[in-house]
């Protein structure tokens, strides 16, 4: 493939790289409320035109100045501020975002694309709280576009008619501990799975040919 052609990761999602993104919260308010964990898988293409998880990039984060940390969304996600491991793995919002983002521009330029575009288990609120940090930091070169992605809770909604991440998981075929969730790294890693599933289920079954033939008639 020359430098000029398009990959299949390009061509597949009309030049965005689909990034998995989970972060696990103080509450639901993105503004005044902490990011406590992030995790991002990035997406690769094999040979055959499956679309794989890649890597995988988490980190524990420090709360930032004055944020609300609420007590019930602790007891939701089993998030330990005063954990000794926690203490020694957190870093600050802006680092977490500079070591996520390095590699995510990094899978762009290497797959041809011209943005990611953010994958989430009910995404709008992962791609909230994304946004505000990114606002805080004070970070000019956000890879990903500012309000478009792709919703796993949706899709799986119209494919496997579950909404649930973890039922959504086993109807796809998933492996899902329930002990493991609310966990950012976790979570990511099995949504990847779920949209990658889903990605390769509509190819399986023509979907993307059929999509493809539609464009070309389009365009002449």
């Not at 909604?157 to 790294?185: K, M, P, W």
Request: with cysteine; net charge negative; glycine share 6%.
């Amino acid at each position: 493939m020359s430098d000029s052609t398009p990959s299949s990761m390009s061509r597949r999602f009309r030049g965005f790289l689909p990034v998995v993104v989970d972060l696990e919260t103080g509450g639901f308010n993105a503004r005044t409320d902490a990011m406590l964990e992030i995790a991002a898988v990035t997406l690769t293409m094999d040979d055959q035109g499956s679309v794989l998880p890649d890597e995988t990039f988490f980190f524990h984060i420090e709360p930032f100045e004055n944020a609300n940390v609420e007590q019930a969304a602790l007891d939701f996600t089993g998030i330990r501020l005063d954990s000794a491991l926690r203490q020694q793995q957190a870093v600050s919002e802006r680092h977490a975002l500079d070591e996520i983002f390095r590699p995510v521009r990094k899978a762009i330029k290497s797959q041809q694309c011209n943005r990611a575009i953010l994958v989430g288990h009910n995404a709008a609120f992962d791609h909230a709280f994304l946004n505000a940090a990114v606002e805080r930091a004070g970070i000019k070169r956000n890879p990903f576009h500012p309000f478009s992605s792709f919703d796993t809770a949706t899709l799986s909604g119209l494919v496997y008619g579950q909404t649930v991440l973890a039922r959504a998981c086993r109807a796809a075929g998933i492996a899902f501990d329930n002990q493991e969730a609310h966990s950012a790294r976790y979570d990511t890693e099995r949504t990847a799975e779920l949209f990658c599933a889903i990605v390769n289920r509509f190819r399986d079954l023509g979907g993307w040919e059929l999509a493809v033939r539609e464009q070309s008639m389009d365009a002449e």
